[in-house]
């Protein structure tokens, strides 16, 4: 996380509704709307936690999609987010369908690892042939996800995208799994943290969440130094991406987690993220620091910011969070969350169209793209399971990706979130 870029921009843009793209908009509330392939329920009899498999396709012949766990979710979410990877993948590829787990049920109950291994035992007919998955909120790669599969003596959590989509050979099957396995735990030296172990899989979301913010200020021709940015999150993905803007001389003001709120009007500076992320407790904020109160910290919406950063759960922005935001100073929303903006149903669109109009949006399906991109580049033949050319991959995909975006959101007649929905409608509809 060394190279470094110091231009930024910002602003709103000025288009009015009707200037806005609505075939865009109407095309997107389609594929939202329109059922998925398929969907796995479960209930697990020992704890009573419910899971949902959503697959929205089998293009390419696979899905794929993470596993997340909460209180809370619910079959809209999962099918949200099982649409919003199949378009993220036609970013980052592989060219392959969307799919995602959801189990509601507390990640902080000791019983986790119970409840993720036999949710994972139901359907591993689908990990074995065409799904593959990985950590999302509230489940670590690392940590939870890869035991649990060695556990119940499955290969990897990409082995049903490697079989469905590549349908290699035996040995090629083994080298493209030893060749994952590899990157996604690769070590990443990270300067301010030697000797604080991270890996590829730690780091690589947030890091192209940061990649995005710095590409876009790069773009309009503005410093990032000193610019302001509000935190939700400070798990792998708000973590990293903290991380990577506050060395290039961005202003941490304030983060949130899910148990407390850290409020700095001044800016942190570089070293103290550093030392926020090397003291964090269960991967939040560290609750022993004076400077960290307990609870949701209502203030945190009104700190005087430029971007904001949702790296959290779902569905965080209302439209009057985005007033308050608007009202501190903040121009540019990256979306580290996978949707952050809270409609009234699946396939409205009411909120994201309002934030494309007052902002300029990073979508979750470009910045947030960093872990397809691995795992999409380590399938590649040639690819070298070392963090430098995975987190270059990342960078070239996003960067190619947003300056495209960019170009066609140049005309004023859509906004930058529209336009980034409408190149991976296009590229969906044309696989």
Same mark, same amino acid.
């Given at each position: 996380?060394s190279a470094r870029?110091a231009? +930024?921009?910002?602003?709103?843009?000025a288009?009015q509704?009707e200037?806005? *793209?609505p075939?865009?908009?109407?095309?997107?509330a389609?594929f939202v709307?329109r059922p998925?392939e398929? @969907?796995v329920?479960?209930r697990?009899?020992?704890?009573?936690a419910r899971?949902?498999?959503?697959?929205n +396709?089998?293009?390419? *012949?696979a899905a794929g999609?993470g596993?997340? $766990?909460?209180p *809370?979710?619910?079959p809209?979410?999962?099918?949200y987010?099982?649409?919003? $990877?199949?378009?993220?993948?036609s970013i980052?590829?592989p060219?392959?369908g969307? &799919? !995602?787990?959801?189990?509601?049920?507390?990640?902080a109950?000791p019983r !986790?690892?119970?409840v993720l291994?036999?949710w994972y035992?139901?359907?591993?007919p689908?990990?074995r042939?065409?799904?593959?998955t990985?950590?999302?909120?509230?489940v670590?790669e690392?940590?939870d996800?890869?035991p649990?599969?060695?556990?119940?003596?499955l290969a990897?959590?990409?082995?049903g995208v490697?079989? =469905?989509?590549?349908n290699?050979?035996?040995a090629?099957?083994?080298?493209?799994?030893r060749?994952m396995e590899?990157g996604?735990?690769a070590?990443?030296?990270?300067g301010?943290l030697?000797g604080?172990?991270m890996?590829v899989?730690d780091?690589?979301?947030?890091y =192209?969440?940061?990649?995005?913010v710095c %590409?876009?200020?790069?773009?309009?021709?503005?410093?990032?130094e000193g !610019?302001r940015?509000?935190v939700?999150?400070f798990g792998n993905?708000g973590a990293?991406?903290?991380?990577y803007l506050?060395?290039r001389g961005? %202003?941490i003001? *304030? #983060? %949130?987690?899910?148990?407390?709120?850290?409020?700095?009007?001044g800016?942190?500076?570089?070293?103290e993220?550093?030392?926020?992320?090397r %003291?964090?407790e /269960?991967k939040r904020?560290p609750?022993? /620091?004076?400077r960290? !109160?307990?609870?949701?910290?209502?203030d945190f919406?009104?700190?005087p &910011?430029?971007?904001?950063?949702?790296?959290?759960?779902?569905?965080?922005?209302?439209a009057? #969070?985005?007033?308050?935001?608007?009202?501190g100073?903040?121009?540019?929303?990256?979306?580290?969350?996978n949707?952050?903006?809270?409609e009234?149903r699946l396939? +409205?669109?009411?909120v994201a169209?309002?934030? /494309?109009?007052?902002f300029?949006?990073?979508p979750d399906i470009?910045?947030?793209?960093? $872990?397809?991109r691995t795992? +999409?580049?380590?399938m590649e033949?040639?690819?070298?399971?070392?963090?430098e050319?995975?987190?270059a991959a990342?960078?070239r @995909?996003i960067?190619?990706t947003l300056?495209e975006?960019?170009?066609r959101?140049g005309s004023?007649?859509?906004g930058l979130?529209a336009?980034?929905?409408?190149l991976?409608? /296009?590229?969906v509809?044309a696989?």
């Amino acid at each position: 996380m060394s190279a470094r870029i110091a231009r +930024s921009t910002r602003g709103a843009r000025a288009a009015q509704p009707e200037q806005r *793209g609505p075939s865009t908009w109407k095309r997107y509330a389609a594929f939202v709307r329109r059922p998925p392939e398929l @969907t796995v329920q479960w209930r697990d009899r020992e704890t009573g936690a419910r899971a949902w498999l959503v697959i929205n +396709s089998s293009r390419g *012949g696979a899905a794929g999609g993470g596993t997340r $766990m909460h209180p *809370g979710v619910h079959p809209r979410e999962v099918t949200y987010l099982a649409k919003a $990877m199949e378009l993220k993948f036609s970013i980052a590829g592989p060219p392959i369908g969307g &799919a !995602k787990s959801g189990i509601d049920f507390d990640p902080a109950d000791p019983r !986790k690892v119970d409840v993720l291994e036999r949710w994972y035992r139901a359907i591993t007919p689908y990990l074995r042939a065409r799904y593959g998955t990985g950590g999302d909120f509230g489940v670590d790669e690392v940590l939870d996800v890869i035991p649990a599969f060695e556990r119940l003596g499955l290969a990897a959590p990409q082995e049903g995208v490697v079989r =469905g989509h590549l349908n290699p050979t035996a040995a090629g099957f083994d080298a493209i799994m030893r060749r994952m396995e590899a990157g996604v735990g690769a070590p990443v030296v990270v300067g301010g943290l030697d000797g604080y172990p991270m890996t590829v899989a730690d780091v690589v979301t947030g890091y =192209g969440v940061g990649y995005a913010v710095c %590409r876009h200020c790069e773009r309009g021709g503005r410093t990032l130094e000193g !610019k302001r940015v509000l935190v939700e999150g400070f798990g792998n993905v708000g973590a990293a991406c903290a991380l990577y803007l506050a060395q290039r001389g961005a %202003r941490i003001v *304030g #983060v %949130r987690d899910s148990r407390a709120t850290l409020l700095a009007p001044g800016g942190l500076e570089a070293a103290e993220v550093e030392d926020l992320v090397r %003291r964090r407790e /269960d991967k939040r904020l560290p609750l022993e /620091d004076e400077r960290v !109160k307990p609870g949701a910290g209502e203030d945190f919406w009104d700190v005087p &910011a430029d971007v904001f950063v949702a790296a959290a759960l779902s569905e965080t922005v209302t439209a009057e #969070v985005m007033d308050r935001l608007e009202a501190g100073g903040v121009r540019l929303i990256a979306a580290g969350a996978n949707q952050p903006f809270r409609e009234a149903r699946l396939g +409205s669109t009411a909120v994201a169209r309002l934030a /494309d109009l007052r902002f300029a949006v990073l979508p979750d399906i470009l910045a947030n793209c960093g $872990m397809a991109r691995t795992f +999409s580049y380590l399938m590649e033949r040639d690819a070298r399971a070392e963090a430098e050319p995975v987190l270059a991959a990342v960078e070239r @995909t996003i960067r190619d990706t947003l300056d495209e975006v960019l170009e066609r959101a140049g005309s004023g007649e859509q906004g930058l979130l529209a336009a980034t929905l409408g190149l991976a409608l /296009d590229r969906v509809g044309a696989a």
